[in-house]
């Protein structure tokens, strides 16, 4: 299985200001063939489904702020949120969908400074 | 719009099956999706459980590939997880989950339902 390790835990961040979460594969999730990292990102806010934010590693998903990017290839991720907001509070987590069976990152939870 | 509501109880007793229902509306089972189930202990992270396609093709987490069966019922636009032998670590908030084949991501989600396993 391809494990998928995410940092920090938990981070708190200011109003305003820059959050950075990190995720990192076992395995590269790289596809040669069409050149896509096979890596998304999900939005839990508490007592919801998660909510899919990124795909592709850094194409954001019909509706999300720009505010949300995306970046990083091969094994190595970083979800960056550009100015935090009140509503950016939720556990973030990473997912390969390179292989089955498809996995995610332990979560990320983000909250306010 | 697209639209997943699981249905199924909430309590199942030790060594029983775990039964539920995803009813889904807005898209069709038949189009070009599988049609999947993750699991989310309480305060904990998220499994994939498994999923299906219309023609019958499926794919399992190995540790619950021997427990677990996905189904879909074209006739109803539903698809369905069966989890057999459930002990009380098969507690756990269960996701209906859309994935199309043209992005591979889980981009559509039930709300959830809480199954508790217990005597």
């Known amino acids: 299985d391809i494990v998928m390790t995410q940092s920090p835990d938990s981070l708190a961040v200011s109003l305003g200001e820059r959050a950075t979460v990190n995720c990192r594969s076992s395995?590269?999730?790289?596809?040669?063939?069409?050149?896509?990292?096979?890596l998304a990102w999900y939005q839990q806010k508490a007592g919801q489904p998660p909510k899919l934010i990124l795909y592709?590693?850094?194409t954001r998903e019909s509706g999300v702020p720009d505010r949300f990017s995306g970046s990083g290839s091969g094994t190595d991720f970083t979800l960056t949120i550009s100015s935090l907001q009140a509503e950016d509070v939720a556990v973030y987590y990473c997912?390969?969908?390179?292989?089955?069976?498809?996995?995610f990152g332990q979560g990320t939870k983000l909250e306010i400074k | 719009q697209v639209q997943l509501q699981e249905s199924g109880p909430g309590l199942v007793k030790p060594s029983g099956t775990l039964s539920l229902t995803c009813a889904v509306s807005?898209?069709?089972?038949?189009?070009?999706?599988?049609w999947t189930w993750v699991r989310q202990p309480p305060g904990k992270g998220l499994e994939w459980i498994g999923e299906?396609?219309?023609?019958?093709?499926?794919n399992y987490n190995p540790p619950l590939a021997s427990r677990a069966t996905v189904s879909a019922d074209k006739s109803k636009n539903q698809f369905f997880l069966n989890l057999n032998s459930v002990t009380a670590a098969d507690t756990a908030v269960y996701y209906c989950?859309?994935?199309?084949?043209?992005?591979?991501?889980?981009?559509?989600w039930s709300p959830g339902t809480l199954v508790t396993v217990s005597s």
């Open positions: 997912q390969q969908y390179y292989t089955t069976p498809y996995t």
């Open positions: 395995q590269s999730v790289l596809k040669r063939s069409n050149n896509r990292n096979y």
């Open positions: 592709w590693a850094s």
């Open positions: 807005g898209a069709s089972i038949t189009s070009r999706t599988w």
């Open positions: 299906t396609y219309h023609d019958g093709d499926t």
């Open positions: 989950v859309r994935k199309p084949t043209v992005t591979d991501t889980f981009d559509y």
